[in-house]
DNA sequence: CTGAAAGCGCTTACAG
DNA sequence: CTGAAAGCGCTTACAG
């Protein structure tokens, strides 16, 4: 079907060798003359190398894969800052001559079918629990550069990025205390498999002692992420909490489904009570009243799993820590003081 | 590395053809007795298939590619309703064995060296204008099974999977006339380009001559969508025409910044304008009014792209015509009958 | 600076 | 039902 290293050889009178060199940008190997002239054959012939003889020959395959917990019977769900840094890192990859294979995970396994079916020389492991990180195998693994985006896990085979979730959960507790609120709740999913939501909520807890406020695990409480699950919440506090002025949430889907509950009982927000949510989704900027929110560095989210992936592949030590990416507190309109 | 069929061969003291046979479900030629032992060996031996040699010695990749154009040096941006119908689509495909190669499109060529290097056995286009997905050559395709999603080009190698857009367009038109309206605005981005946006544009056209309402080219509007732009053509149809009592939108986010504009410049929504969305995006839940809108059959989008791929991949001929999927009017807040 | 040989792990097409 | 041969399109490691 397409042309051939080979047909480029035969009509440039020269090895196979010569023009795997060519294409290659083995610059000192080839004669400036030969090489222009290969690649003005390449050009008019349309050369494109095979992908899959690479692979099979060379030892590297330049395919990254982008693994995504797939529950059951469940399609792919990512959420839109996911998306975005996906977005961002393809470009990055691309960039690098590197190609994405996306693939949804339904049994453990099949994380090392994908790795070594591909022979994928990277991968990406998008919003796993930590329990899974930590129980990868080397022999599961083999060589592969992993970078687990948003983990805690332990796991010395994954390289972690994600972002200082303990100080996201600080700034926005320190800006509700500021405004002059004591009784505030914590909502988040269960943090039992989710180091992200123990940080958020360890960060919770260190600024309240910070401020003499007595720790009430009455105020934290397990909700899914949604925006029904927010909204029911929302009315919990209302009718069962009347005396919580302001309410940290872990996600903005969350908080806009809060914010929307306690409307429905009578509650107005920030009149009543004040909500922060986390991530500054766009949708945190649509809604009404506009959402105080916590705003990740997605960018260079993107940019820091790529770099640690690219180090690990030329063969660069293991950092010895995570990376972490700061975060900012974005004020809108969802918080302010507490009502006299 | 990894095992081979070779090992497995070496000792299931067979060749390596039975192997194959074996892995690959060829039952017909081999004995029950022999397939049985091999599969034992194979589990044992934790075989996985090289996908690269496959693909190199077989005449198919299992690979489809996901196109998605990447202006220049800008990272993927894929609207949150593409995300689902991307998620729904992967299940389906890794259901069939088959994997997915996401890939952004900045120069027109990259579209074959992606589907020739990879040498994918399909793609599916997000995204593309009309106009590119014409220019695309029989020579630069081969014979991969191209799916256009939401496209209305008429270039016959491409298979065509997208709404009823002109049905959505009549359904919101309708929905406001029946309430009473006969000043409808219609805003979307400029549709030379896009056929989605053309069919929805002649939509609306086609229920207001129905109607008898004559067609006032000043109510068309072009508005990139954003919500920023919507922001600002809402406060322009405030200031500019305040005669009109409805706005048709082509897109949630778009609709969701027009409700803000016109509240910004003092109008309410419904109680002086009403406004219908496009997509009901999560989104369209959230926002307070919650919007009024078309729902797409996304399910649907995605389950007729696979099948469509499939059936062409086994060789059946190419459907007459575009495949369809029907629309919904999702009543919600944004629209009411017109100020008395 | 250039090239001949071997091999990556499979499938295809054929022979028995 | 089973297998020996050829080949997919490249890279590696080496020799000249």
Redesign the interface.
Known sequence: ??VTLKDIAAEAGVSLMTVSNVVNGKQSRVSAATRERIMRIVKER?Y??????R??AGRT?RLVG?LVP?AG??????D?HT??V???M??EL?RLDY??????I?RREEI??AL????LDGAVLLGFQDSEIDRLKAAAI?GVALVAMDSYSANPLALEVRSDDFGGAELAVRHLIALGHRRIAFAGPGFSATGVVRERFEGYRKVLAENGIAFDPDLVSTVDIG?AEGEAHGRWLAAERPDVTAVFTTADLLA?GVV?GLANAGRSVPGDVSVVGYDNA??A????PKLTTVAQDLPGK?AETVRLMMDRLAGKARPEQATTLQVRLVERETAAPPPA
Do not use: F
Request: glycine share 10%; no cysteine.
């Open positions: 079907m397409g349309g494109i190398p095979s992908a899959s003889a692979s099979l395959s982008l797939a019977e469940a399609s792919l769900t990512i839109p998306v975005e996906v977005g961002m393809e470009r691309r190609h994405l294979m996306l693939r949804g339904a090392t079918e070594r079916s591909w022979n083999g925006h806009i929307e766009d949708i900027s649509y809604v009404t993107a």
